[in-house]
């Protein structure tokens, strides 16, 4: 079956944007099992794989009823807002404005935090593992519905979404260790340039824009984001050099 | 619900600039049918995050 290049870029934008929140979960997952044991950190995964799970099942059935113009202008301005968000700080930390994310460090920073409460039961460990599953996978869902809703593009934006967390989660289960060495800041460098081309495009669509070339647009959008996006990691260099 | 807004805002001034290049492309979008509103949003937002970029490293 050959993907059309809307439906290639939700699959790729659907999986490295999961691949980015898996792996922040997993950290965390991993922090409470290595100071409490896999039990409370898998149980508190599973309780919000489940939660989830409910939520996408009670509320997935709205969608359908919701008019298309209505859903692509309010579902292309939170990914307008969410990937120029990611987009943003990629470019500070690509330009060394702001401190890269270290998964090695959050790790640490996690583990002493759970250590500190020496006193505390299991199930504050599990409530830490299920909060930091719960939160990553809402954005997963959200990024899903976002590039997926307005094309009658969820399923393969869906796969997207699952190919990275059961690669993550397979990673994880092998190795015992935060995945540090997966580039975070280039995944979302890149998933920044697309959720906002994909929210600039949904946007227009919602507001009636006529673009041309229809779906191709999409990459016309990633490709100029992209330039700017480099330009403003060369001009933000020097400016936060003579800042400092 | 905190929670929930930190999803999409991280620093407030872009996120209050998109959302005013939002309002004048659908403004433009109901005065001038075209493409005219779709150049709004593409320049406006691609200037909106150079200049909020830029202003971020001089801080």
């Known amino acids: 079956m050959l993907l059309t290049p809307a439906a290639s870029a939700a699959v790729l934008a659907a999986f490295l944007a999961s691949l980015v929140e898996a792996v922040e979960a997993l950290t965390i997952v991993l922090s409470v099992a290595t100071v409490r ?65 270290d998964e090695e460090e959050a790790f640490a920073a996690e583990t002493a935090e759970l250590r500190a409460h020496t006193d505390r039961l299991n199930w504050l460990a599990g409530l830490a593992s299920y909060k930091a599953v719960l939160l990553e996978g809402l954005e997963v869902v959200f990024v899903v519905i976002a590039v997926g809703a307005g094309r009658g593009l969820l399923v393969p934006a869906s796969i997207g979404a699952l190919a990275a967390c059961v ?20 995944l979302k460098f890149a998933v920044g340039v697309m959720l906002s081309a994909f929210g600039i495009f949904w946007t227009g669509e919602g507001l009636g824009v006529p673009w041309p070339g229809e779906d191709l647009a999409i990459l016309g959008f990633g490709a100029l984001l992209l330039i700017a996006a480099l330009a403003a990691v060369r001009l933000a260099r020097p400016a936060a050099r003579a800042a400092a | 619900m905190k929670v929930l807004l930190e999803l999409f805002v991280d620093d407030g001034m872009l996120a209050l600039a998109l959302l005013a290049i939002v309002a004048l492309a659908a403004f433009v979008a109901w005065t001038i049918p075209g493409l005219a509103a779709g150049l709004v949003l593409l320049l406006g937002c691609v200037g909106a995050l150079l200049g909020n970029v830029i202003r971020a490293a001089r801080r």
Do not use: C, S, Y
Request: hydrophobic share 60%.
């Open chain 1, 37 to 101: 044991g896999w039990k409370p950190a898998g149980l508190g995964a599973l309780a919000g794989t489940a939660t989830l799970a409910l939520i996408v099942l009670l509320l997935g059935p709205f969608l359908d009823r919701v008019p298309l113009h209505a859903l692509q202008l309010v579902i292309g301005v939170l990914l307008l807002l969410f990937g120029m968000r990611w987009l943003r700080k990629a470019i500070l930390r690509a330009a060394g404005v702001i401190a890269l994310h």
């Open chain 1, 167 to 186: 690669l993550v989660a397979a990673v994880g289960v092998v190795i015992h260790r935060p995945l540090a060495r997966v580039p975070e800041n280039t």
